[in-house]
């Protein structure tokens, strides 16, 4: 008994939709973008959620992201109700999750070194420390050491998207949330990014949840969902 209670307590998720609804605008043009999501995710786990364009994915992760506000049903990412939950509340969790988007967003006019040292210092854990060894460290970890001081600009698309990886993974986040990171590499770059995501991930126990629409890249999850319509559903057969 006493062990069925530790293991249950052990295994509380990081992540927990319940009767997720999500709708955009107002009055007649209200549309209900997802409906009825369930959804736990435990630490350490890869999950890739998949589906077609429009079903909802990145609606969700920005709601799981604290981008936009929760409205009906519930989410719980660490433990925090995210329904109702303040902007305060909402910039505090930002503060744990690790971002990485399709256009990466990197900052241009500044190089690789500061885009990464800019995610370091929204961090006052991070503040007495050395941000520029921290920020080379990570930036050895993706294969960039020799770019370190090269504007975001003259990279290649494969270079940025290891700089937005070692930006989103160097404060070292209990969740990373990626919106279709590949899109835009070519196969093996996507490839070379998803297992650098999945090591760094690894050592650092961190629980990711990628949008992809990339075959190619399935085998790196430990579980895939799949999204249509708005839904959660069982993935269709695959061809
Ligand atoms: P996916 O990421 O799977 O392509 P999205 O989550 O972007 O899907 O979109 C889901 C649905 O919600 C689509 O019908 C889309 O048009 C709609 N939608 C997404 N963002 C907005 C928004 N900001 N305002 C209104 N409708 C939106
Ligand atoms: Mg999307």
Request: charged content about 25%; glycine content about 8%; overall charge neutral.
């Amino acid at each position: 008994m006493n062990l069925l209670l530790t293991v249950t307590k052990m295994s509380e998720p990081i992540i927990s939709a319940r009767n997720l609804n999500h709708y955009f605008g107002d009055g007649n043009l209200k549309k209900q973008a997802l409906f009825d999501i369930n959804l736990d995710i435990y630490a350490g786990e890869i999950v890739i959620m998949t589906g077609p364009s429009g079903s909802g994915k990145t609606t969700l992760l920005t709601l799981m992201g604290g981008l936009r506000s929760a409205q009906e049903g519930s989410l719980k990412i660490l433990d925090r109700e995210l329904r109702d939950a303040s902007k305060q509340e909402l910039t505090k969790l930002r503060g744990n999750i690790g971002y990485i988007f399709q256009a990466h967003n990197l900052l241009t006019f500044l190089t690789a070194k500061q885009n990464v040292r800019m995610s370091l210092e929204l961090h006052d854990r991070y503040l007495k420390g050395d941000l520029d060894k921290v920020a080379n460290d990570i930036l050895t970890t993706v294969g960039l050491e020799e770019r370190a001081e090269y504007y975001a600009d003259n990279l290649s698309g494969g270079q940025k998207q290891r700089v937005a990886i070692a930006r989103a993974l160097v404060s070292q986040p209990k969740i990373v949330l990626a919106d279709e990171p590949t899109a835009a590499l070519d196969k093996k770059s996507g490839r070379d990014a998803v297992e650098l995501m999945q090591k760094l991930a690894k050592e650092q126990d961190c629980t990711i949840l990628l949008v992809t629409h990339d075959n190619r890249i399935l085998d790196i999850a430990d579980r895939i969902v799949y999204m249509e319509d708005g839904r959660l559903m069982d993935r269709p057969e695959t061809t």
